[in-house]
T-cell receptor, first 111, second 116 residues
């Protein structure tokens, strides 16, 4: 079983749609959780950290369920500029060591 | 630009040749990481430095791979006797000391390697 698994995608949605990405992780010792965004042929960039209480940043909402080892990302009112690959990421310690990435889910928003 | 920089951005080499990549992290970051990403996959961890000490190495880092960070600033990743399977994007990332960060890593633009 892969350490981080994501919805296979791709997701093709119209502008204004709400889209949700799901992710599960296998190691219960994972301590930090993130969503990264990666544009085509570019480096990954941090979109947001994910906290147990859930957190929101504008149109983006992230949720973490430690008991189920499940992470989600909700994007509301999708924009064309949201088209990218979204990577679910976990870290075993609060800082340092490896980030463990899922394969990513590709989102394409069309007008 | 004060982000992570990598050089070269692209490298084409013939099988069997050696290649070396360089990474310059964000100046105040003491932690440096190397990852490899192939098409359709997320980045995979290769190795980690805290200052000049190499503290972790992945099983992916075969004997043909070596990484250094001699003065705790820039780092190099060398691949000896390249194979076609080494073709990938090699990403470098850095992060600040624990007290100043929350474990997030800042990635450079990557070096895209093609082995013919």
């Amino acid at each position: 079983r892969k350490e981080v698994e994501q919805d296979p995608g791709p997701f093709n949605v119209p502008e204004g749609a709400t889209v949700a990405f799901n992710c599960t992780y296998s190691n219960s010792a994972s301590q930090s959780f993130f969503w990264y965004r990666q544009d085509c042929r570019k480096e990954p960039k941090l979109l947001m950290s994910v906290y147990s209480s859930g957190n929101e940043d504008g149109r983006f909402t992230a949720q973490l369920n430690r008991a189920s080892q499940y992470i989600s990302l909700l994007i509301r009112d999708s924009k064309l500029s949201d088209s990218a690959t979204y990577l679910c990421v976990v870290n075993m310690r609060q800082a340092g060591t490896a980030l463990i990435f899922g394969k990513g889910t590709t989102l394409s928003v069309s007008s | 630009d004060t982000g992570v920089s990598q050089d070269p951005r692209h490298k084409i080499t013939k099988r069997g040749q050696n290649v070396t990549f360089r990474c310059d992290p964000i100046s105040e970051h003491n932690r440096l990481y190397w990852y490899r990403q192939t098409l359709g996959q997320g980045p995979e961890f290769l190795t980690y430095f805290q200052n000049e000490a190499q503290l972790e190495k992945s099983r992916l880092l075969s004997d043909r791979f070596s990484a250094e960070r001699p003065k705790g600033s820039f780092s190099t990743l060398e691949i000896q006797r390249t194979e076609q399977g080494d073709s990938a994007m090699y990403l470098c990332a850095s992060s600040p000391p624990t007290s100043a960060g929350i474990g997030t890593q800042y990635f450079g633009p990557g070096t895209r390697l093609l082995v013919l």
